[in-house]
């Protein structure tokens, strides 16, 4: 046999060894996306559980509208995971904006009665306008060569900006007077933030709209200091606001390194940072477990807090094999937690929106966990 012959035979040998091994990969895809699609109509499932428990929980005056508004928008996120459609997606997300209008309108009138609160209506009003939003990006990205949204988006993006510094005006006041719990404080300046980076024009006002959300950190930060020093602050809430403040700081410097990508200095800050983040979420985690626990505290923060650190793990991951890691222990805290729900449940101490919440937190677990197998399994 000669080379020639023999180098022919060899090319044909691993070329037929590539290509029987496709079916199989592609089969493994295929699965991948069937169980995807499962995860994801039970998650959507499960989140208008959580949903319509909240409604009445807030209906009968047991709760405040944060978990609620927290609800609809992760219930918005997951009909659109399933929407396969254009058509689908339009129509979820008309049906979100339709039903944040309804609950926007009975704010107003119990407002208009004496029996509303004006945070709770400037919570209404900047959540409506931010589906308008979504709708109408939705309708842009579907007609791409069309620029008769750019004027309109631009409007509601400003609206819902003004509509978020009033909310977070109205929210901190009654934290100051010890009315709101610090949650959604920390909640509606993160959303003014993005609202404020949704209207910043120039890089320059990206950096100058990040430095703003950082100083109000910052001070809210301190604020907490002084009040736990006094004795009348918690070490839970201490946690929240520095874990919030070092969020802001990643931020920032991430729109920095983006903006100025050879400078080498912002990737030794960020991973500094980061190690930072993901320490105090730990502590925040463990606090806020032993305040469930202790049955001062629900599992909706606790498992908003959880999430959180599994994001902050995933970032500090160094390569594929940690991604996994991360995300499969994040799913076995979050299986944890929904066990535990459920022994409360059944023993009566538990309550029907924090199991709900604990089991759609789970198959979020699950399916962030099957979508990064599956982006390693298309980079092979």
Same mark, same amino acid.
């Given at each position: 046999?000669?080379?020639?012959?023999?180098?022919?035979?060899?090319?044909?040998?691993?070329?037929?060894?590539?290509?029987?091994?496709?079916?199989?990969?592609?089969?493994?895809?295929?699965?991948?996306?069937?169980?995807?699609?499962?995860?994801?109509?039970?998650?959507?499932?499960?989140?208008?559980?959580?949903?319509?428990?909240?409604?009445?929980?807030?209906?009968?005056?047991?709760?405040?509208?944060?978990?609620?508004?927290?609800?609809?928008?992760?219930?918005?996120?997951?009909?659109?995971?399933?929407?396969?459609?254009?058509?689908?997606?339009?129509?979820?997300?008309?049906?979100?904006?339709?039903?944040?209008?309804?609950?926007?309108?009975?704010?107003?009138?119990?407002?208009?009665?004496?029996?509303?609160?004006?945070?709770?209506?400037?919570?209404?009003?900047?959540?409506?306008?931010?589906?308008?939003?979504?709708?109408?990006?939705?309708?842009?990205?579907?007609?791409?060569?069309?620029?008769?949204?750019?004027?309109?988006?631009?409007?509601?993006?400003?609206?819902?900006?003004?509509?978020?510094?009033?909310?977070?005006?109205?929210?901190?006041?009654?934290?100051?007077?010890?009315?709101?719990?610090?949650?959604?404080?920390?909640?509606?300046?993160?959303?003014?933030?993005?609202?404020?980076?949704?209207?910043?024009?120039?890089?320059?006002?990206?950096?100058?709209?990040?430095?703003?959300?950082?100083?109000?950190?910052?001070?809210?930060?301190?604020?907490?200091?002084?009040?736990?020093?006094?004795?009348?602050?918690?070490?839970?809430? @201490? *946690?929240?606001?520095? %874990?919030? !403040? #070092?969020? /802001?700081?990643?931020?920032?410097? &991430?729109?920095? $390194?983006?903006?100025?990508?050879?400078?080498?200095?912002?990737?030794?800050?960020?991973?500094?940072?980061?190690?930072?983040?993901?320490?105090?979420?730990?502590?925040?985690?463990?606090?806020?477990?032993?305040?469930?626990?202790?049955?001062?505290?629900?599992?909706?923060?606790?498992?908003?807090?959880?999430?959180?650190?599994?994001?902050?793990?995933?970032? @500090? *991951?160094?390569?594929? %094999?940690? !991604? #996994?890691? /991360?995300?499969?222990?994040?799913? &076995?805290?979050? $299986?944890?937690?929904?066990?535990?729900?459920?022994?409360?449940?059944?023993?009566?101490?538990?309550?029907?929106?924090?199991?709900?919440?604990?089991?759609?937190?789970?198959?979020?677990?699950?399916?962030?966990?099957?979508?990064?197998?599956?982006?390693?399994?298309?980079?092979?």
């Amino acid at each position: 046999m000669s080379i020639r012959q023999f180098q022919t035979i060899t090319v044909v040998a691993c070329l037929f060894a590539f290509v029987s091994t496709l079916p199989a990969q592609n089969r493994e895809q295929d699965e991948i996306v069937s169980e995807l699609h499962t995860l994801r109509l039970a998650y959507r499932d499960e989140m208008m559980k959580v949903v319509d428990s909240l409604r009445q929980r807030y209906r009968d005056g047991m709760d405040n509208a944060d978990g609620l508004f927290t609800a609809q928008n992760l219930l918005a996120d997951a009909e659109l995971a399933v929407a396969i459609k254009p058509g689908q997606r339009i129509a979820a997300l008309e049906s979100a904006l339709e039903s944040l209008k309804t609950f926007e309108s009975d704010q107003m009138a119990r407002f208009n009665k004496g029996t509303g609160r004006s945070d709770e209506l400037a919570k209404c009003t900047a959540a409506r306008i931010f589906a308008e939003i979504r709708l109408l990006e939705e309708r842009q990205n579907q007609n791409r060569a069309s620029d008769e949204f750019a004027s309109e988006l631009r409007t509601l993006r400003l609206s819902y900006r003004d509509a978020m510094v009033k909310l977070v005006d109205a929210v901190h006041r009654r934290s100051m007077n010890g009315t709101n719990n610090l949650n959604g404080l920390l909640e509606a300046q993160f959303s003014l933030s993005n609202a404020e980076l949704a209207v910043a024009a120039k890089p320059t006002e990206r950096i100058v709209a990040l430095e703003s959300s950082l100083k109000s950190f910052k001070n809210a930060e301190a604020y907490q200091v002084v009040r736990l020093n006094r004795g009348t602050g918690r070490s839970d809430e @201490l *946690a929240k606001c520095t %874990a919030s !403040r #070092i969020f /802001a700081e990643i931020r920032l410097v &991430e729109e920095r $390194k983006h903006q100025y990508p050879d400078r080498d200095e912002f990737v030794s800050e960020l991973r500094t940072l980061r190690n930072a983040y993901r320490e105090e979420l730990v502590r925040v985690v463990d606090i806020m477990r032993r305040r469930h626990a202790d049955g001062t505290d629900n599992v909706n923060w606790l498992l908003q807090a959880e999430i959180a650190l599994a994001h902050a793990e995933l970032t @500090l *991951a160094a390569g594929p %094999a940690d !991604r #996994i890691a /991360a995300l499969d222990s994040a799913l &076995e805290l979050l $299986k944890k937690s929904e066990a535990y729900q459920v022994v409360r449940h059944r023993s009566g101490t538990g309550r029907s929106d924090e199991l709900a919440n604990s089991v759609a937190a789970r198959i979020e677990g699950e399916i962030r966990l099957l979508e990064e197998r599956q982006r390693q399994n298309q980079a092979k």
